[in-house]
């Protein structure tokens, strides 16, 4: 593939979320997780770290104390020991055992599929619930990190760099395509069963292909765009020539 872009304005949503869907058939988060409570600690965890090191913890951490009954009741300096390799320890030992209190306390130990009971609880924001509610809810939400932000913005698809109004300006796009593709629909009354071109974009894969792709080839410096597949598509903003 050519390195030279030939994209004068924001890449082409469907044609995008087609070929990262070629490219990472398997949209998945990169943490380790059984349920619904260890990919909520895993992503409140996640903060500041990578999800490697958060993997390389997690399953000591969640064999001494299954649950957040074993969470809630553990001696805040064990846990710290535990999460020290992730640096700021005291503070994230802190924030696990409070929100594993907060659970049992609030929503009988269940993780709840609401957004804002998800961000009343310690240490979770709106990407964490997002998260959460994507990859085990099964929910359709764009969760923005610096990965999302930034190919998004290369893309020319937003040209904020604050997680909100990327949200924002990312969820318009796919919106405005989606509800294209039903305009189209309507028009078709006998097409049958709808294809990937007419289907919804399903954000919380989108989100995490977007993160994929930031790691492994639009990294945040030299990306590599001689080996992408979105580079006859893709404006770069912000790419030095």
Known sequence: MSGVSSADGPADVREV??????DYPRARTELDFRDAFELLVATVLSAQTTDARVNSVTPELFERWPGPEGLAGADPADVEQVLKPLGMGPTRAARVIALSRALL?????????????????????????????????????????????????????????QARAVERDVVALAEGVDAAAGEGDAGEAD??????????????????????????VCTARSPHCTECTLADLCPRIGVAA
């Not at 979320?17 to 070629?22: D, E, F, G």
């Not at 990859?135 to 904020?160: E, K, P, Q």
């Not at 049958?192 to 977007?210: F, P």
């Open 191 to 216: 097409a049958g069963e709808s294809d990937a071109a007419t289907e919804s974009i399903d954000l919380t894969a989108l989100s995490l292909r977007l993160i994929l792709h930031g790691r492994r």
């Open 105 to 161: 306390a609030d929503h009988g130990g269940e993780v709840p599929d609401d957004q804002d009971a998800l961000e009343a609880l310690p240490g979770v924001g709106r990407k964490t619930a997002f998260v959460v509610r994507g990859v085990h809810f099964g929910r359709s939400l764009l969760a923005v990190d610096t990965h999302v932000t930034r190919v998004a913005g290369r893309l020319g698809w937003t040209r904020s760099r």
């Open 17 to 22: 979320v087609s070929r990262l869907r070629a």
